[in-house]
């Protein structure tokens, strides 16, 4: 286990206004993302990090600071969107097939979910290329989180 990313604020301001529900699942990303991460911004020396998360103007704000570092990138969200909208959907789906379909329909709304998350994760770990270098599984967490950030009740 790796833990560069050692604390994740969230600067609830500036975004969608979460229910309880969103927040528990905010919490929870956190936590996770806490837990076990590689997480190395360009040009910093190791860690430990710490994280904050806003919005501006249509873009995912990462101010990171450490012992001896401070950045700020901003990231467009418009190539993320489709993804996430679609994410939020099919995980949706998948809700409502655990209250009463069959294993095999479970299994294949699961499925698509997966790929989906697998390919936001993707998709963001590429984005913050050059900016922050990250691992498949930091990069499925960072991805969990900014679902979370972004979805309305």
Do not use: W
């Amino acid at each position: 286990m790796t833990v560069d990313l050692t604390r994740i604020d969230i600067d609830n301001g500036s975004l969608p206004a979460p229910t309880a529900e969103i927040e528990h699942e905010r919490r929870v990303a956190i936590f996770d993302l806490v837990e076990d991460n590689v997480f190395q911004p360009e040009g910093g020396q190791g860690g430990p990090y710490e994280l904050r998360l806003s919005s501006q103007d249509n873009r995912l704000v990462f101010e990171i600071s450490g012992q001896d570092y401070t950045r700020t990138h901003a990231m467009s969200l418009t190539p993320l969107k489709t993804v996430i909208r679609d994410y939020g959907l099919i995980c949706e789906s998948y809700y409502e097939a655990l209250k009463g379909s069959s294993p095999s329909q479970i299994e294949s709304v699961d499925m698509g979910r997966r790929g989906l998350h697998n390919e936001g994760a993707e998709l963001l770990k590429n984005r913050l290329e050059g900016k922050v270098e990250l691992d498949k599984e930091t990069s499925r967490r960072l991805f969990t989180l900014v679902c979370a950030l972004y979805r309305r009740g």
